[in-house]
């Protein structure tokens, strides 16, 4: 019989370290490549557009498997969806180190992302099985701090891995990467979802439980601003080494170290919202990090139209990376906090979303730059235009969210009146009668 870990107030050290390689699968497997794009292009003989629709496959395939795993989740429990999915990735990192061509690679990196769905949706869905409350945005955001060093390590051992070993080489690490990943799934992650409390594995349900999500205005506009920070993020992530490498010049051991510096501002903001979080609301904390991220990407818009120094390009794009840290714990933990009994659905919904807009935003900046804009300003137009609707998305929800919250406070002030009544009310008779029995004669 499997053990069911019941809710705790934390999650164990261990097992944190084993959710967060779970969910750093994915910036993993798209970071540490990077560097190794346009050598991939050369060998495979491919262009910009070509190389980077690796990564739209991964991510497509991300968004798949997110939403398979986590309803499929909901029925059948958490862990042995887990295990299959770390399987899933080990087999397919090793076709794509041995890929001989784009097309076998394209498919190698559409069934990496299939099996890294699961791995990703599950890591955050196990975490609201165990936790509740503000006690969520705080163990997302130490999830993103030790999941947070996949952007930093990855891109400088890509950097490191690119010049001896190629492009394969980096996905040989991987490989040995996802082996500790399926070691820590079957024999540190628990289940965290007990029988009684599994859905009915029904598509009626099932189409239940999507309609209920999407019609939910704080759930979808929290999901929203979710999806379209990340959509600012990968704009950056995507285009970023062909902007800083061709545009600008910077080695790729230059670009690496770039990415690394960016990847620790966004750590070290994770690590402080896990303190503040206990404090200070969520809703409170996104708010701030959604404002460094707009003003991040129009001051980008206004350099790069300006032709401005790249100097002044690194440091709004460290305000950029830096907000995330911020931004995606607690739009995520607040969206699953509207999230009912279809956790898996809703955090499948939440990852889904943000890789499948991911995918499709890829090619984006290389198809503005192959119609005339530069790619400084077509990455920067993109990155204003994404997280000027995560803003939007933001305070939609922050306003039904404090609402349906103002509502309930009410409802509860109301039960406790009336708590109070019945008891004055039992007093109020009660003496009257104490008073027929003093001013009763006595018995003779």
């Known amino acids: ?48 557009a070509g190389a980077q629709l690796t990564l739209t496959f991964f991510l497509v395939g991300m968004a798949t498997g ?3 795993a986590g309803p499929l989740s909901d029925s059948r429990g958490r862990k042995k969806i887990i295990v299959a999915g770390a399987i899933g990735m080990v087999v397919m990192t090793t076709v794509a180190a041995v890929a ?18 699961a791995a990703v949706v599950l890591a955050r869905t196990a975490v609201v099985d165990m936790v509740r409350g503000p006690e969520v945005a705080r163990v997302f955001s130490l999830l993103m701090v030790i999941g947070g060093l996949a952007p930093v390590v990855g891109p400088v051992l890509g950097g490191f891995i690119v010049d001896p070993f190629g492009w394969r080489g980096i996905f040989w690490l991987l490989l040995g990467i996802n082996v500790v990943m399926l070691l820590g799934a079957l024999f540190v992650v628990p289940e965290t979802l007990p029988v009684e409390e599994r859905r009915p594995a029904s598509l009626r349900v099932l189409w239940n439980d999507f309609r209920g999500l999407v019609s939910d205005r704080p759930y ?35 670009y690496s170290l770039i990415f690394a510096t960016n990847g620790l501002g966004m750590f070290v903001a994770g690590l402080l919202n896990a303190r503040l979080v206990r404090s200070i609301d969520p809703l409170v904390l996104a708010r701030v990090g959604n404002a460094g991220l707009v003003l991040g990407a129009l001051g980008l818009l206004v350099t790069t139209l300006a032709d401005g120094p790249l100097a002044i390009v690194l440091v709004l794009l460290f305000l950029v990376v830096t907000s995330m840290g911020l931004n995606m714990a607690n739009n995520s933990a607040l969206a699953m906090g509207h999230s009912g009994k279809a956790k898996g659905l809703a955090s499948a919904l939440l990852g889904a979303g943000q890789f499948a807009f991911a995918g499709v935003l890829s090619p984006l900046v290389g198809v503005a730059a192959a119609i005339g804009f530069s790619l400084p300003v077509a990455m920067a137009s993109v990155m204003v235009l994404t997280s000027t609707a995560a803003a939007i998305a933001l305070y939609t929800a922050a306003a039904a969210h404090n609402r349906r919250k103002a509502e309930a406070e009410a409802v509860g002030t109301q039960a406790e009146g009336e708590q109070v009544k019945p008891a004055t009310a039992t007093a109020t008779a009660t003496a009257p009668a104490d008073k027929a029995t003093a001013n009763a004669p006595a018995a003779k």
């Open 66 to 68: 997110q939403l398979v």
């Open 220 to 254: 979808l506009g929290f999901t929203l601003s979710y999806i379209f920070s990340f959509g600012t993020m990968f704009a950056y992530v995507s285009a970023s080494a062909y902007v800083l490498q061709s545009h600008y010049g910077v080695s790729p051991l230059q």
């Open 1 to 48: 019989m499997t053990k069911i870990a019941a809710p705790t107030r934390t999650v164990p050290p261990l097992l944190m370290l084993v959710l967060a390689l779970m969910a750093a699968a994915a910036p993993l497997s798209i970071n540490m490549y990077l560097a190794g794009l346009p050598q991939l292009g050369e060998e495979l003989r491919v262009n910009e």
């Open 100 to 117: 001989p061509s784009i097309g076998v690679l394209y498919a190698a990196r559409l069934f990496q992302g299939l099996a890294g769905g």
